[in-house]
């Protein structure tokens, strides 16, 4: 595919918590972060949309469809007049979070600290190589309640909602 | 915006005619025409969609939404490697089409030769500065049929069809 495009057809085996922000570690700002801000252009049932995100300063388009193992997902690294020039498509249907990326027990763990009408919001994915690690998998104490099949916390809902 | 990318927040002005294959101009062929594939990533209701074009070798996204005259329009080309990377998603909802551009009393008509499952099918399109010219337009004879406000006749229902 090049530098410039990524194509994913693999399935996403991951694993979604929420977490009160009391318990959140609390050297979370000493790991790595990064800004992400979301919008949707269009979106369809059987989780086909068309999402842009700006991941710190990287723009990038990612269509997605289907759910749970049939999900396939195509992503294209957009220039930032290719970003700027598609984004205002996406208004009222955008989310912002902060997003800190900390290492546990050999996976990354994404904490997701939501902003703007979100803002009490935060949630911890992990994502898995395979079925038995997602299995084997021991949330750390401070995780909360477990989200994973859960539509209303998809990043698509918030940003609609 | 840049010789990369194209903003349209114009309405679009423009009536569609049905033609029968019998009355097309017998010297067609003579004027300037180019294939045209596309697809669609996503459409929700409201008109909302995201379309990749390809037309001639030149390849686009397009993110449209509203209907009439509150449509939106944004346009940003894709290099071929982008346009590879997406064009998959839109497997199952794409046309293609042959569009010849006449010039007939100072307007342009597009007169769109449908292939594939739609092949009987042609359209004339005939876009317009602005209303008056629009009402003013005498179509040519050889004119089948007004469809403008058909939606079945829409691009985006031919597609999903």
């Known amino acids: 595919m ?74 294209i690294k957009l220039s930032p007049k290719q970003f700027a020039a598609l984004w205002p498509g996406t208004a009222g249907r955008r989310l912002r979070k902060v997003r800190y990326e900390i290492l546990w027990d050999n996976v990354i763990i994404e904490i997701d600290k939501y902003r703007g009408r979100h803002k009490d919001l935060v949630v911890a994915e992990v994502e898995f190589p395979d079925t038995a690690s997602c299995r084997r998998f021991q949330p750390p104490w401070w995780f909360g309640r477990e989200v994973t099949r859960e539509k209303r916390y998809s990043n698509v809902r918030l940003a609609l909602s």
């Open 2 to 75: 090049g530098r410039e495009n990524r194509t994913r057809h693999n399935r996403e085996i991951e694993r979604k918590f929420l977490v009160e922000k009391e318990w959140l570690p609390p050297n979370l700002k000493q790991f790595r972060s990064l800004v992400i801000e979301q919008g949707y252009l269009a979106t369809e049932s059987a989780g086909r949309q068309v999402r842009l995100r700006k991941r710190g300063s990287a723009t990038s388009l990612t269509f997605k469809v289907g759910r749970g193992s049939h999900r396939e997902e195509r992503e």
